[in-house]
C-alpha cells in the first residue's frame, strides 16, 4: 500500500467540521458487516480517531468517549452490534509484535477492525479492505477519499447512495 491515488472505483467526501466526520464515520459503520477491515491512512491529526469514533457509533457502539486512541495500548475493543477491534500502528516496530496484539484473532475474526496508520504493515492486510486516505484541507475542512479492494466495490456505492440522502 503506498500513498498513490486509488485504483478503480472509489468516493471523495468532504467534511467541514468534526461533527461532520462523526456522521459520516456512522453512515459507514452502519454499512460495515462481520469481518470487514478498514485501513486509515493520514497524518497526524487528519482524523482518523474522529472518523473512528463515527464508524464504531454507526456499529452500535454507544459510548463514543470509549473510542479514543489506541496509541499505548495499540488495540482496543468495543461492543457494538458486533466487535469493533481499533488498532493504532503507528508505534509498531516489527511484523512479530502483531502477533503479540492477536492480529490474527481479530483481522480474521467476526469483528470490524479499524487499523489507524494501516500503511506501516503493507503485505500484511488482507487483500479485501476498505482504504481510507484522509488529508487536510484547512482548520475544519477533511478530505476523505474511500476505495474499496476487492470485492468491498459496491460498498463504495452504497455509501455514496447513504451520505447523499442525509445530506
Ligand atoms: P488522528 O487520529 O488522525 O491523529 P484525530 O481524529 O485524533 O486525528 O484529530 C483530528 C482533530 O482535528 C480533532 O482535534 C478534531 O476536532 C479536528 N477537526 C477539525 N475539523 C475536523 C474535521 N472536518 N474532521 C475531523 N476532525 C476535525
Ligand atoms: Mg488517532
Known amino acids: 500500500m503506498?500513498?498513490?491515488?486509488?485504483?478503480?472505483?472509489?468516493?471523495?467526501m468532504v467534511t467541514r467540521s468534526r461533527e461532520e466526520t462523526i456522521r459520516l464515520g456512522r453512515c459507514?459503520?452502519?454499512?460495515?458487516?462481520?469481518?470487514?477491515?478498514?485501513?486509515?491512512?493520514?497524518?497526524?491529526?487528519?482524523?482518523?480517531?474522529?472518523?473512528?469514533?463515527?464508524?464504531?457509533?454507526?456499529?452500535?457502539?454507544?459510548?463514543?468517549?470509549?473510542?479514543?486512541?489506541?496509541t499505548f495500548v495499540l488495540v482496543n475493543e468495543y461492543r457494538g452490534r458486533l466487535p469493533v477491534y481499533h488498532a493504532d500502528l503507528y508505534r509498531?516496530?516489527?511484523?512479530?509484535?502483531l502477533e503479540d496484539l492477536g492480529w490474527e484473532e481479530f483481522i480474521y475474526g467476526e469483528g470490524i477492525s479499524l487499523l489507524e496508520w494501516a500503511e506501516k504493515i503493507p503485505g500484511v492486510l488482507p487483500?479485501?479492505?476498505l482504504e481510507i486516505r484522509i488529508s487536510w484541507i484547512g482548520a475544519d475542512e477533511r478530505k476523505f477519499v474511500i476505495s474499496g479492494k476487492g470485492a468491498k466495490t459496491?460498498?463504495?456505492?452504497?455509501?455514496?447512495?447513504?451520505?447523499?440522502k442525509e445530506d
Not at 491515488?5 to 468516493?11: F, L, M, R, S
Not at 482524523?47 to 456499529?59: P, Q, Y
Not at 509498531?92 to 509484535?97: D, G, K
Not at 459496491?154 to 447523499?164: A, G
Open 2 to 12: 503506498s500513498p498513490e491515488e486509488p485504483q478503480g472505483d472509489y468516493a471523495e
Open 28 to 70: 459507514l459503520g452502519e454499512l460495515l458487516r462481520p469481518g470487514d477491515v478498514v485501513a486509515l491512512i493520514g497524518d497526524l491529526g487528519a482524523g482518523k480517531t474522529t472518523l473512528a469514533k463515527g464508524i464504531a457509533s454507526g456499529a452500535g457502539v454507544e459510548d463514543e468517549d470509549e473510542v479514543t486512541s489506541p
Open 92 to 97: 509498531l516496530q516489527e511484523a512479530p509484535e
Open 127 to 129: 487483500d479485501e479492505r
Open 154 to 164: 459496491e460498498f463504495i456505492r452504497q455509501l455514496r447512495k447513504k451520505w447523499k
